[in-house]
């Protein structure tokens, strides 16, 4: 298994994101996917999670109406697209495969002016 994550970066409040995860490894339609975060000294945290054919999705309180979560089967990619972004949102950014104990390294995102 893995899952590689990437996109992240410094952007300054209000200001947009797309992170991606390359998964491989496992059968990638077969599992619903999830985006969790990590706040320095905080707990990690579920972001957004995604049915296996992507049908139906669901967000923390905190995110929604700002983050998007996709994916694309065909290219065993995950995606999160993140707008309107404020400092609270700064953390590692970690996608995760439904049901399997792997993490990969994360990506960072940093919100400041």
């Known amino acids: 298994v893995q899952l590689v994550e990437s996109g992240g970066g410094l952007v300054q409040p209000g200001g947009s994101l797309r992170l991606s995860c390359a998964a491989s490894g496992f059968t990638f339609s077969w599992y619903p996917m999830n985006w969790y975060r990590q706040a320095p000294g905080k707990e990690r945290e579920l972001v957004a999670g995604?049915?296996?054919?992507?049908?139906?999705?669901n967000y923390t309180d905190s995110v929604k109406g700002r983050f998007t979560i996709s994916r694309d089967n065909s290219k065993n990619t995950v995606y999160l697209q993140m707008n309107s972004l404020i400092p609270e949102d700064t953390a590692v950014y970690y996608c995760?495969?439904?049901?399997?104990?792997?993490w990969g390294q994360g990506t960072q995102v940093t919100v400041s002016s």
């Open positions: 995604i049915s296996r054919a992507g049908g139906a999705t």
């Open positions: 995760q495969a439904q049901w399997i104990d792997y």
